[in-house]
């Protein structure tokens, strides 16, 4: 996970972020594909997250990156999980982050981490701060809203135009990193269900036999990428 992500935009750019995502491994064997399909999303036991809070990851995530494009979109990988396994880890706790004061969470992202939150209490307290101003400006919470005026409410979260504690201010830049990461990360971390994203970009994932193959311009990989754990495309 990225300390301190940057303010990326959505879609058009996913294909060329997926290099800055950190994908290192080795398969551990080659196991065949998963036997069994996960539970749907709806009825997943959520490790972090609460009922609103999963409502609101779910349809933001969906938005960043739809379903409607010539790609898989975050709920068909299953970007949400990754996002609540990460938050229940030490991604979500800032276990290994230098989290001593003093703090200044107006100072500029250049400076670096400055809130006092950790990424899991940003979640929680930003969440319903957004759906508060969505309440008042659209008539109700964000999961709600339909899908043109979700992109607009993203929209101004990304602008700033929402009005968040300064503690929470880099709430939209840490839920879009965080998307994209569930989105291209290796499987076992709980998103990028069935190496779907690396097929659609052509990443052989965790392939020990690929040193042939980085000079060979425009031609395309013939194998499907493996996941970290031996699970294959």
Same mark, same amino acid.
């Given at each position: 996970? *990225?300390?301190?992500?940057?303010?990326?935009?959505?879609? #058009?750019?996913?294909?060329?972020?997926?290099?800055?995502?950190?994908?290192?491994?080795?398969?551990?064997?080659?196991?065949? =594909?998963? #036997?069994?399909?996960?539970?749907?999303?709806?009825?997943?036991?959520?490790?972090?997250?609460?009922?609103?809070?999963? +409502?609101?990851?779910?349809?933001?995530?969906?938005?960043?990156?739809?379903?409607?494009?010539?790609? %898989?979109?975050?709920i068909?990988?299953?970007?949400?999980?990754?996002?609540?396994?990460?938050?229940?880890?030490?991604?979500? *706790?800032?276990?290994?982050?230098?989290?001593?004061?003093?703090?200044?969470?107006?100072?500029?992202?250049?400076?670096?981490? =400055?809130?006092?939150?950790? %990424?899991?209490?940003?979640y929680?307290? +930003?969440?319903?701060?957004?759906?508060?101003?969505?309440?008042?400006?659209?008539?109700?919470?964000?999961?709600?809203? #339909?899908?043109? =005026? =979700?992109?607009?409410?993203?929209?101004?979260?990304?602008?700033?135009?929402?009005?968040?504690?300064?503690?929470?201010?880099?709430?939209? *830049?840490?839920?879009?990193?965080?998307?994209?990461?569930?989105?291209? +990360?290796?499987?076992?971390?709980?998103?990028?269900?069935?190496?779907?994203?690396?097929?659609?970009?052509?990443?052989?994932?965790?392939?020990a036999?690929?040193?042939?193959?980085?000079?060979?311009?425009?031609?395309?990989?013939?194998?499907?990428?493996? #996941?970290?754990?031996?699970?294959?495309?």
């Amino acid at each position: 996970m *990225t300390d301190l992500p940057g303010y990326p935009s959505r879609r #058009s750019f996913l294909k060329a972020s997926a290099a800055g995502v950190a994908l290192t491994g080795l398969a551990a064997s080659a196991q065949a =594909q998963e #036997s069994t399909p996960p539970v749907p999303l709806e009825d997943y036991d959520r490790a972090y997250l609460n009922a609103d809070e999963w +409502a609101f990851v779910m349809a933001a995530t969906a938005r960043l990156i739809p379903s409607d494009g010539d790609g %898989p979109g975050a709920i068909e990988t299953r970007v949400p999980v990754f996002i609540d396994l990460q938050l229940a880890g030490d991604y979500g *706790t800032a276990d290994d982050w230098y989290m001593e004061g003093p703090h200044d969470p107006s100072a500029e992202p250049a400076r670096g981490w =400055q809130t006092p939150l950790t %990424p899991a209490e940003v979640y929680r307290q +930003a969440i319903p701060a957004f759906d508060a101003w969505c309440e008042e400006t659209h008539g109700t919470i964000f999961a709600k809203l #339909s899908p043109e =005026q =979700q992109d607009a409410s993203l929209t101004s979260l990304q602008k700033g135009d929402v009005g968040l504690d300064p503690e929470l201010r880099d709430f939209f *830049t840490i839920l879009l990193a965080n998307t994209k990461e569930g989105y291209f +990360a290796d499987p076992i971390h709980g998103g990028n269900h069935g190496m779907q994203s690396w097929v659609y970009i052509g990443f052989p994932g965790a392939r020990a036999a690929y040193r042939a193959w980085p000079e060979r311009h425009n031609v395309k990989y013939p194998l499907g990428p493996v #996941s970290i754990s031996g699970e294959r495309a």
